[in-house]
Nanobody, 121 residues
């Protein structure tokens, strides 16, 4: 079965850092673009970071640009989100997502269960 399992969330002080990990299984990880989303309490889910299947292209939400870094290790079927200079407004449930479009045009989206990140004094 397809699984995306996030880890690394928790409570951190403003200005601190966390690294989230997402371990994938059950699909061809290296062919999938990977994304991190987050959903603050009472707000809509937001795309935070994107990395292409090749790892050669990344994109970030303006709110996290310069502070967050997405990376992947295909040998470990894992995508990471390094979060630095954390702010209280970064508090959210963070979700890992895998996305691809097959050669036949079929779209696939897989989601993790989410991990809580709380930035607070």
């Amino acid at each position: 079965q397809v699984q995306l399992v996030e880890s690394g969330g928790g409570l951190v002080q403003p200005g601190g850092s966390l690294r989230l990990s997402c371990a994938a299984s059950g699909f061809s990880f290296s062919t999938y673009a990977m994304r991190w989303y987050r959903q603050p309490p009472g707000k809509e889910r937001e795309l935070v970071a994107f990395i292409a299947s090749t790892g050669g292209s990344t994109n970030y939400a303006d709110s996290v640009k310069g502070r967050f870094t997405i990376s992947r290790d295909d040998a470990k079927n894992t995508v990471y989100l390094q979060m630095n200079s954390l702010k209280p407004e970064d508090t959210a449930v963070y979700y890992c997502n895998g996305f691809t479009i097959s050669t036949r045009g079929v779209r696939y989206n897989y989601w993790g269960q989410g991990t809580q990140v709380t930035v607070s004094s």
